[in-house]
């Protein structure tokens, strides 16, 4: 997961710190109501809520409700995901809620949402009763659309909520320009820099991926691909960072098939400095653990009482051998050095 770091400085890169996601309503000539999606990976309840409450004086009726996710290819295949119930394994998409799982738990033989935002809906019940879980969080799918259908229900909860009644069907479909007219854009109340900082904190592999994809649809061209982000992100380390052999099939850290040595980390520590205070913090230290079986890193930086910061890379593969007596030496030479 440190390699986290790396894809979060890729997305400064081609974004820019100040980016926002954003999130189109459109009317076409039958009075349907089109939202066109572009990957933003906070689109949670609570912004869902606010964006039907703002789209609630431009619209008061509507026929289907379309869902156009063409901003980012489908089905997307990310390497080292399995078909889990784990919200690590989640999907990725461009039109995307609550990073497409959902939070439930049981009260007596009914099921009920574990979020007081959220509403548990009818849609995706019969996914939970499959998982024989009592509570928890559960990826929704990639399959049938499942994920995009799921957006299309929370969006039509939270518009009939603001007043906005429908009479039709939810499907999949794509907005048409000029033929569809544009009722509202909304961006997103996070910049990059919040997104990972939120990214960072939680290390969260739908985010990572995420951010990837728009990278890559933002520099070469929609549909956002896997490939796509990976070429550019693989493009910036040769030119900016000197990095010409990094392996790289995914964003998250998740995928066994990504490489990166010690000396890549530095290197990538070295341009993130500025960005440093997005990390997780402990007393003096800045960093990001990252752990697969048999792995375990950690990365970051150690702050002397100055405020110089010290990059630092721990990598063993070796099952079995913890970090901390490393890291513990670590720590003492920052500390014996001249202050």
């Keep these: 997961s440190i390699l986290k770091i790396f894809t979060s400085l890729a997305a400064f890169a081609y974004l820019g710190s100040d980016f926002r996601f ?17 990957g933003d990976p906070l689109l949670i309840s ?42 690590y394994d989640a999907p990725n998409g461009a039109l995307s809620v609550n ?35 009592d509570q928890g969080r559960i990826i929704l799918t990639g399959r049938n659309r499942e994920c995009t259908l799921y957006a299309g229900h929370l969006f039509k909860y939270f518009l009939a909520r603001a007043g906005i009644a429908s009479s039709g069907e939810i499907k999949i479909g794509r907005v048409q320009e000029p033929r569809d007219r544009l009722l509202l854009r909304v961006a997103s109340p996070f910049s990059l820099q919040q997104v990972i900082a939120k990214l960072l904190e939680f290390s969260n592999n739908f985010i990572a991926n995420q951010i990837l994809l728009a990278v890559g649809a933002r520099h070469y061209g929609p549909p956002g691909t896997p490939e796509k982000g990976i070429r550019a992100a693989l493009a910036y380390a040769q030119a900016k ?78 099952p079995g051998k913890p970090i901390q007596p490393v890291l513990k030496r670590v720590r003492g030479i920052v500390a014996s050095l001249p202050r």
Excluded at 106 to 126: H, K, M, N, W
Aim: charge should be negative.
């Design 46 to 87: 609570e912004i869902i809520e606010n964006m039907a409450a703002a789209l609630s004086p431009h619209l008061t009726r509507y026929n289907e409700l379309v869902l156009d996710d063409a901003y980012f290819s489908n089905p997307i295949l990310i390497p080292g995901t399995s078909p889990t119930f784990q919200p």
């Design 241 to 318: 960072l000197g990095i010409p052999d990094m392996h790289l099939v995914e964003g998250s850290g998740i995928s066994r098939e990504n490489r990166i040595s010690a000396r890549h980390m530095l290197k990538i520590l070295d341009e993130f400095q500025p960005h440093h205070e997005l990390l997780r913090r402990q007393h003096s230290e800045f960093y990001k653990t990252g752990n697969l079986g048999g792995i375990a890193t950690r990365a970051g930086y150690l702050a002397t009482p100055k405020g110089e910061l010290y990059r630092f890379v721990i990598m063993i593969n070796t």
């Design 99 to 133: 990073f497409n799982t959902v939070n439930f738990k049981r009260s007596g033989d009914a099921y009920i949402s574990a979020e007081s935002q959220t509403p548990l809906l009818p849609f995706v019940e019969e996914r939970i009763r499959g998982s024989s879980l």
């Design 22 to 38: 954003q999130t189109e309503f459109y009317l076409d000539p039958d009075d349907n109501l089109k939202i066109k999606g572009y």
